[in-house]
């Protein structure tokens, strides 16, 4: 479950958007889709990542390209996720 009293500073985008899911940011269905199409790919294991990536050789190549920005409520906090490759 969201726990909402924990600061964490992620640096893995599957990790994330695992989080994003847990926290109702996402709903089943779109990461039903996402598993769907990862697997099609060979790379079933990225569905959570493919929450913050969103272009086409993010997802092939399983590389951060472009800053990711994800807005969501949870009954206690807006919540606003930036991912963005390390340096």
């Given amino acids: ?8 500073t992620l640096a893995s985008r599957p990790l994330t958007g695992h989080l994003i899911y847990q926290c109702g940011g996402i709903d089943k269905r779109t990461i039903e889709k996402f598993e769907k199409e990862a697997a099609e790919l060979g790379k079933g294991s990225f569905k959570y ?19 990711a920005l994800w807005k969501f409520e949870t009954p206690r906090y807006y919540v606003t996720v930036i991912g963005s490759r390390s340096p």
């Fill in 1 to 8: 479950t969201c726990s909402s009293s924990a600061t964490s």
């Fill in 49 to 67: 990542a493919w929450v913050l990536d969103k272009l086409k050789d993010e997802r092939e190549r399983g590389i951060t390209i472009d800053i």
